[in-house]
T-cell receptor, first 115, second 115 residues
């Protein structure tokens, strides 16, 4: 079984400041890792994913996350946030090699960007 | 290509009733998963269907059931509704060209309120 811990439930930050949303996971097997974003009254949108290869993955809107196997972390970062980044962010994992999809999510981090 | 669609978007029921939610996956996607999102428990996996068969199941009571049709559309049913079933129910689809984990794309959800 897997578990995911998002260490901060809320992160307030000023516009154009950098931000890091922390995610740690626990698993007895290798995992795939994901970050999803949820805007108010909407479903989840995939932000980025780590399946294999380079441990640093990037999204098209300036976010990046780095897979750290030794620390079992997958923190999300952005060097300069915008008001439009205000949303809830979810880290998720699933076991490699499983036949099927079963995401385990963290509790979410609400990013609040202030002008 | 159209995204994942869910109907209805909002639903109000009373305790003891039953409800059916519908999900149409992205065209060509063969796997459909369902998740429950509540403020207290966060995002929890309900079940996954692939080729009309339930492939994975989360830890929910038997009141929660689902099915998948030959066109990959899926329905979930909750019988004997309880107040605690009030939640956002999210459907996700994935391509699943192989038997391993694939990226899931989420619909906007159905907001169920049980009175």
């Amino acid at each position: 079984a897997q578990s995911v811990t998002q260490l901060d439930s809320q992160v307030p930050v000023f516009e154009e400041a950098p931000v890091e949303l922390r995610c740690n996971y626990s698993s007895s097997v290798s995992v795939y890792l994901f970050w999803y974003v949820q805007y108010p009254n909407q479903g989840l949108q995939l932000l980025l994913k780590y399946l294999s290869g380079s441990t640093l993955v990037e999204s098209i809107n300036g976010f990046e996350a780095e897979f750290n196997k030794s620390q079992t972390s997958f923190h999300l970062r952005k060097p300069s946030v915008h008001i439009s980044d205000t949303a809830e962010y979810f880290c998720a994992v699933t076991a490699r090699g499983n036949a099927g999809n079963m995401l385990t999510f963290g509790g979410g981090t609400r990013l609040m960007v202030k002008p | 290509k159209a995204g994942v669609t869910q109907t209805p978007r909002y639903l109000i029921k009373t305790r003891g009733q039953q409800v059916t939610l519908s999900c149409s996956p992205i065209s060509g996607h063969r796997s459909v998963s369902w998740y429950q999102q509540t403020p207290g428990q966060g995002l929890q996996f309900l079940f996954e269907y692939f080729s009309e068969t339930q492939r994975n199941k989360g830890n929910f009571p038997g009141r929660f059931s689902g099915r998948q049709f030959s066109n990959s559309r899926s329905e979930m049913n909750v019988s004997t509704l309880e107040l605690g079933d009030s939640a956002l129910y999210l459907c996700a689809s994935s391509l699943q060209t192989s038997g391993t984990t694939d990226t899931q794309y989420f619909g906007p959800g159905t907001r169920l309120t049980v009175l």
